[in-house]
């Protein structure tokens, strides 16, 4: 007799849907019967200049040591980070990725009866974690596809124990300045912990986005997440990390797994971290790929949200699955997001110049066609 494991499941799982990726090169080659060269893939917010010379030189330095365990302490990058950040080590929590972090907290802050706040299209980790550990989503709607601050806060009550907030905010790119991240912070109870999550805080220059750190030593409750797989271009590696209050890194500590971030990874971030000539570069190509995406909308007569990351979600006023099936068939992979409640939007992640350009050529054919 056989046994239905999905009913055997927490609640909370069985009624999640697996996360969906961006489609990948390989999987797109075998269903085209092309090769993989042929296909340009901007779905997945990845650095598009490929990884640095000097983090390859940091990852052979390390193969002959993949028999030993990775320092499950991480200390040398924990130290760096510590240092660039101006903040202590015991600050510091290291995740693989910074969805571990995201999961870090949901296991040891939530639980049934208990709930996170977080906003419509918001980063599908925050319902996934919360979710799974059987708490409670408490779903702020959206203002001009961005966060509405105040409305989260109405909907703090007596059981809220996290909030989830992206700035910019994956997948519309919208964000917010650091008067109003003042104004949120100053107002949110000091027993809930919040979430704000710096992913694309490396494409944005001067004062145009709120630097988390500057509010850790006055917020107790805040912390801040980052990561290495956008600007820093090592998102196969796997390395995130968080900065809080030494209290709530220890609580973290207490749920992460052991050698949850392997050497490869360890040694490619400490190197990456004081690689300022890339993250720089990166920044330059970046910025020159959203106006050459935003030029090409503008010609085709689209709009677009507006954007403080490395990716643009374009609005095509009707159904977007049809069109992202038809650039599927020219080899080009882009991302559609109607499980954002954006049915109408593809994000784009934002190429080198030839990859922007074969991106809008094909869109533009199959505007023609579909």
């Not at 040591?65 to 924990?78: F, H, I, V």
């Not at 949200?305 to 080899?331: C, H, M, Q, T």
Request: proline share 6%.
């Amino acid at each position: 007799m056989s046994c239905d494991f999905l009913a055997l499941a927490v609640p909370g799982v069985q009624k999640l849907s697996p996360y969906v990726t961006g489609k990948p090169i390989d999987e797109l080659a075998r269903e085209l019967g092309i090769a993989p060269a042929d296909i340009t893939k901007l779905a997945s917010n990845e650095n598009p200049m490929g990884p640095s010379p000097r983090v390859l030189e940091a990852i052979r330095s390390e193969l002959a040591e993949l028999t030993r365990y990775p320092d499950g302490a991480g200390y040398e990058l924990k130290s760096r980070l510590a240092r660039q950040c101006g903040v202590e080590m015991a600050q510091v929590t290291l995740g693989n990725g910074s969805n571990d972090i995201i999961d870090l907290v949901a296991r040891a802050y939530l639980a049934p009866g208990l709930n996170a706040v977080y906003s419509a299209h918001a980063f599908a980790a925050y319902p996934i974690c919360t979710q799974a550990v059987g708490a409670q989503s408490h779903v702020v709607p959206a203002i001009d596809y961005g966060y509405d601050l105040e409305g989260m806060l109405e909907a703090i009550d007596e059981n809220t124990r996290v909030m989830f907030i992206a700035n910019p905010n994956n997948p519309t790119g919208t964000w917010f300045g650091p008067q109003a991240l003042e104004q949120f912070l100053a107002r949110v109870p000091s027993n809930v912990l919040v979430v704000l999550d710096e992913a694309y805080i490396e494409y944005a220059e001067g004062d145009e986005l709120p630097n988390g750190l500057n509010y850790l030593s006055r917020y107790p409750n805040l912390l801040v997440s980052r990561t290495f797989s956008k600007a820093y271009g090592l998102a196969s590696l796997r390395v995130g990390y968080a900065l809080s209050s030494p209290q709530v890194a220890d609580v973290l500590n207490r749920v992460r797994q052991p050698f949850n971030v392997n050497s490869l990874a360890l040694a490619a971030a400490c190197v990456a971290l004081e690689d300022a000539a890339y993250l720089a570069e990166g920044r330059r190509i970046n910025d020159a790929g959203m106006l050459q995406l935003e030029a090409g909308f503008r010609e085709l007569g689209l709009t677009w949200i507006p954007s403080k990351g490395n990716f643009i979600a374009v609005d095509f006023g009707r159904d977007a699955a049809p069109i992202n099936a038809a650039l599927l068939r020219e080899g080009v992979i882009v991302r559609p997001i109607g499980g954002y409640g954006l049915p109408t939007f593809l994000r784009v992640s934002i190429g080198l110049p030839e990859e922007n350009a074969r991106f809008l050529v094909a869109l533009k054919k199959v505007l023609a066609s579909v």
